[in-house]
Structures are given as structure tokens and as C-alpha cells.
């Protein structure tokens, strides 16, 4: 009669792995499937070994000046397998696009990331429009940029590439409205589908261990 001969070594290795992907599955059910979707079309990552956060957000947006507190609080707990990429989301409007211009315009004159909150300020909180050339280079004056740098970076091919890839990932993703947080290139969330602010970040926590289960 045969007798199988059993490893120590793997029958533990074997509990192990049994038991991690218990783990990751209990994980993944706590997922609902109303609370995210799948994004319109499969997007490139830029980010590498580590899973591609997105959010998609616009200057003028209040929801998303009102998000601002609770993302930073985010930041500062997000998984290590993460990386975080805010993008201007573009659609035909031309405050979108001038907004998702002036975001590109700052990176390019490497603005301290202080002005991105006192550009929301402007509008939100001091309700001054920042909505042309001229707008935009009187608020960067304070950060010690001409007029001349401002309108060198703003007409550039590298902000104008930034702004087509942009206006691309919005239509990829399926986006109705902001913000909106993309996961990985395939998983989009908002705080509409999650229910709060608190709850939407709890929903890329969990679709991000669930992306890099699928890698």
C-alpha cells in the first residue's frame, strides 16, 4: 500500500499560502461592487512596480477644495505599494482646460506645493477668478515668477503634452463628474459611489490590494 511521504517544511508553507489567500479574499468581499467600477477603457500606468493612484480633480471644483484635508490625511497612511497622481480632468470646457493648463504651467516653474492650495484659496475661499494668461501671472508673481516665465511654461510643448494626456485619461476613465480617484489604470471610485470622503479612500485602500493581487 502506498504511503504518501509529507515535508514538514511545505505542508507549513502550503498553511501558510492557504491562509494569506483566506486573507486577501476576505479582503476583496469587503469590497461592494456599487461602491467602484471598472473604468471605460484599460489605462497605462506611469508609475511602475507600484499601483497608480489618480485623482481627477478641477481648481473650480468646491467638492474637490473640500477633499483637499482628507486626502493630505491620506498621504500620510497610504499603502507603500502605492503612488499618488493628481491630474487636471479636462472636458470641453475652457475653464477645465485652462485649469488643467495653469496645473501644468505650475510643475513647470516648480512652484512650492503651497501654491496649489492658495490657487484653490483664490477661488474658493477669496472668490477671485483666475481664469486667464493674465490671472494667472499675477498669482505666480508671489512665488517670484514673471510674466515672461509664466507665459513661456503656459504656451510650451511639454505643458501642451501634459494637457492632451490629461484630456485622454478623463475619456479613458469613464468620468462624469469630480473628484474621482483610478486605481491601477481599471478601477474608478468617487465619493458618490463610496458614500463619504472617508469612505472612498477606504475603497482605494481595498482596490489597491486588490490590483496588486492581479499583477
Known sequence: MFKPVFNR??????????????????????????????????????????IEVVELFWF?????????????????RKPENAEFVKVPAIFTS?????????????QALDVPSEAYDAFFNQIHVNRKNVGNLAQLSDFLA???KSAEDVESAFNSFAVDSQ??????????????????MVVDGKYLTS??????????FKVVDQLVEKAAGER
Open 60 to 76: 473650480g471644483c468646491g467638492h474637490c477644495f473640500a477633499l483637499e484635508p482628507t486626502l493630505k490625511s491620506w498621504l500620510k
Open 142 to 144: 508671489a512665488y517670484d
Open 163 to 180: 494637457v492632451r494626456a490629461a484630456k485622454k485619461l478623463t475619456r479613458q476613465s469613464g468620468i462624469t463628474g469630480v473628484p474621482a
Open 94 to 106: 475652457n475653464s477645465w482646460e485652462f485649469h488643467g493648463k495653469a496645473f501644468y504651467t505650475m
Open 9 to 50: 517544511v511545505s505542508v507549513l508553507k502550503t498553511l501558510f499560502l492557504i491562509a494569506a489567500l483566506g486573507v486577501v479574499g476576505i479582503a476583496y468581499a469587503q469590497l461592494n461592487d456599487k461602491q467602484y467600477t471598472e473604468t471605460r477603457e484599460a489605462m497605462t500606468v506611469s508609475t511602475g512596480d507600484k
Open 191 to 200: 465619493q458618490r459611489m463610496a458614500g463619504s470622503s472617508d469612505q472612498m
